[in-house]
């Protein structure tokens, strides 16, 4: 008789999960569509009809990435795995990378290369800020990597880094260009063909509108040869993609079952984010961005970023002096069903950040957040300084 169960545990009533309006920095609100694609009877991993839709999830993200490259695919795991698998797959002990960091995930970039043994040198900018070219090639010059890493939509800051012009510094200095677009991919304008990317990768769970689960990666063919040239393995199994592409590219060889419903999903994303077309996509983002913007001004709040780098996808909003942030973020969800996101890193405790992304980036949704703001922030001043 098994002595560990379960009789009287909360756990052994089916699931019931509660209903929420997901504006914080991710997981965003899956689109319908893509979770009735998610509940399909799942197929094997090496099922004719899964090879077909592997084809059709590769094409799919090229057109979302704006990219040719061959080796598009999306990792079995989160945002992070894509990241790591972009500097497992191209880091050599020794190999210096520059990581341009003006925000927590830069940092998070910089702590993956070391851990694949390369010399990580950093150039820094207050959060909040984006770089110039100028700053880039200065760091260039003095560092001379062979990866330039960056964030082009920094989740904890709510800057896009303009990146026009890096690409062409990356060539003039001989390095590859490594771009996590985690918080733009399907929300903000992105042509990594065009600004000469070497390396990048996302996530499904913000401008796609699919659930956490996949890390789209792309490779272009300069990163390809540094790949090709290592003279050592590449250090993890499960993110090499020379290993991958067997099961990717043609051969169709087992490397991993894949999650093939993870998968369906973000086969449907794709195909929506196509079906709407992408300027439309990002045009939407960017009208509803800015309602967002000016409604909060309207009430009296500041945006933590310049107008000319705020990221349409995630706008981070000073939490007014004597206001419970943290408070005021669980009072919008315990009461209302509406999560926020509080501030990361050092803006812990003085950002609010609010996420449109993908399915959520709706007129109704920047409605639903600024009247909330409207009427509960002064009632919520009033309790915590009652409380006080
Ligand atoms: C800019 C950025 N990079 C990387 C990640 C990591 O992605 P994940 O949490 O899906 O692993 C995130 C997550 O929010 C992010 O915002």
Redesign the pocket.
């Known amino acids: 008789m098994p002595s560990v169960n379960l009789n009287h545990h909360k756990a052994f009533q089916p699931i019931c999960t509660p209903e929420r309006l997901l504006l914080g920095?991710?997981p965003s609100n899956a689109h319908p569509d893509v979770l009735k694609a998610l509940s399909l009877p799942p197929v094997g991993h090496l099922d004719p009809f899964y090879v077909e839709l592997m084809g059709e999830v590769q094409e799919l993200l090229r057109y979302a990435w704006q990219t040719s490259n061959r080796l598009t695919l999306p990792m079995s795991?989160?945002?992070?795995?894509a990241?790591e698998a972009t500097l497992a797959n191209t880091v050599e002990k020794g190999d210096t990378v520059l990581v341009a960091i003006k925000g927590y995930?830069g940092n998070?970039l910089a702590d993956m290369a070391g851990r694949y043994g390369a010399n990580v040198q950093v150039v820094e900018k207050k959060w909040g800020q984006a770089f110039s070219l100028d700053e880039l090639e200065e760091a260039l010059i003095k560092t001379r990597p062979a990866i330039l890493a960056m964030?082009h939509?920094?989740?904890?800051t709510g800057v896009c880094q303009p990146m026009e012009g890096i690409g062409d510094l990356c060539r003039k200095y001989e390095c590859l260009l490594l771009l996590?677009t985690?918080?733009s991919l399907g929300g903000v304008p992105l042509f990594l063909d065009e600004w000469k990317v070497d390396l990048a990768y996302s996530?499904s769970?913000?401008g796609l509108s699919c659930p956490?689960g996949l890390?789209p990666f792309t490779m272009s063919s300069r990163a390809e040869e540094k790949l090709a040239n290592r003279s050592t393995k590449v250090p993890n199994w499960y993110l090499d993609v020379s290993l991958l592409n067997k099961y990717w590219g043609s051969d169709r060889v087992y490397h991993h079952t894949a999650p093939v419903n993870m998968n369906f999903g973000i086969r449907e994303a794709l195909r929506l984010l196509a079906e709407e077309g992408l300027e439309e996509a990002w045009n939407r983002h960017r009208t509803n961005a800015e309602n967002l913007w000016s409604g909060l001004q309207r009430l009296g709040l500041e945006m933590h970023v310049d107008e000319n780098l705020r990221l349409p996808t995630l706008t981070t909003v000073k939490i007014p002096e004597g206001i419970d942030g943290k408070g005021f973020a669980l009072h919008l969800l315990n009461k209302h069903g509406v999560e926020i996101g509080g501030g990361l890193g050092e803006l812990a405790g003085k950002v609010w950040r609010i996420g449109l992304m993908g399915y959520n980036s709706t007129p109704e949704n920047v409605s639903r957040v600024l009247n909330l703001f409207e009427s509960e922030l002064s009632v919520f001043d009033k309790i915590d300084s009652a409380a006080a």
């Open positions: 920095p991710g795991g989160t945002g992070s795995s990241m995930f998070r964030v939509a920094e989740t904890s996590d985690v918080t996530c769970q913000k956490p890390g």
